[in-house]
């Protein structure tokens, strides 16, 4: 099992920043983990936001986020970050952290076998 937990999310203003955090712990954990950033907003589906690779050498980001959001992980620290800039109110939701095993860039959910419970990303105009 793998267990998921995420931080740093909180209300901003429009054109702020946040970093959020997610810490994977649990006994089949490597480093040899896809992960991904998924959020979720009032009255509509999760959708995809960024996702990278095992080593951090590939990454992908949904459109709407490109240019203002940086996926990154640390291995030794066992930590997936969101580095999140320029932020605007259509950014409010609550964004998950997921993980499978796995090498390569993993965009789609149902391709996650962990997730964790979520962090709230409110962003005022």
């Known amino acids: 099992q793998v267990q998921l937990v995420e931080s740093g999310g909180g209300l901003v203003q429009a054109g702020g920043s946040l970093r959020l955090s997610c810490v994977a712990s649990?006994?089949?954990?490597?480093?040899?983990?896809?992960m991904g950033w998924f959020r979720q907003a009032p009255g509509k589906e999760r959708e995809f936001v960024a996702a990278?690779?095992?080593?951090?050498?590939?990454?992908s980001y949904v459109e709407s986020v490109k240019g203002r959001f940086t996926i990154s992980r640390h291995n030794a620290k066992n930590t997936l970050y969101l580095q999140m800039n320029s932020l605007e109110p259509e950014d409010t939701a609550v964004y998950y952290c997921?993980?499978?095993?796995?090498?390569?860039?993993?965009?789609?959910?149902?391709?996650?076998?962990?997730w964790g419970q979520g962090t709230q990303v409110t962003v005022s105009s």
């Open positions: 649990g006994r089949t954990f490597s480093n040899q983990y896809a």
């Open positions: 990278i690779n095992w080593s951090g050498g590939r990454t």
């Open positions: 997921a993980a499978r095993s796995g090498i390569n860039v993993i965009v789609t959910a149902s391709e996650y076998n962990y």
